[in-house]
């Protein structure tokens, strides 16, 4: 994986979910917006890549209440709503990234 690609921290707050990268990058998420994002099977349709979770059932307020590291690649949000089972990749967290420099290049598909 690309070192651009390397989370250096996560911080927690009520409201958001700050990542700082590798190359001193720092993107600033919403915690419902992410997880509206979950990747996992019961989020995401396996075959098909459709979105199955009803945006509607999460909450305005959603918050992270935990994240966990999963090997060197990814990491994974234990939800407010006792959702944990989406595991969010480097490379897909930084391709969700909402600032205005991440909006604006090629190839973000948010």
């Known amino acids: 994986m690309d070192d651009l690609m390397n989370v250096r921290t996560i911080q927690l707050n009520s409201g958001s ?6 190359d001193g990058h720092r993107s600033i998420f919403s915690p419902r917006d ?7 099977a019961q989020c995401v ?5 459709a979105i199955k979770l009803n945006s509607g059932s999460v909450s305005i307020g959603i918050e992270p209440v935990d994240s966990i590291p999963v ?8 939800w407010s709503d006792t ?3 989406g595991i969010y990749t480097h490379q897909f967290l ?3 990234c ?3 420099i ?9």
Request: overall charge negative.
């Open 83 to 85: 959702h944990y089972t």
């Open 34 to 40: 992410l997880r509206l994002r979950c990747p996992c």
């Open 17 to 22: 979910i700050v990542i700082v990268w590798s």
């Open 71 to 78: 090997g060197n690649y990814a990491v994974q949000f234990l």
């Open 102 to 110: 991440c909006d604006s290049d090629i190839g973000n598909d948010s």
């Open 94 to 96: 930084r391709t969700l």
């Open 45 to 49: 349709d396996e075959m098909t890549g």
């Open 98 to 100: 909402p600032c205005e």
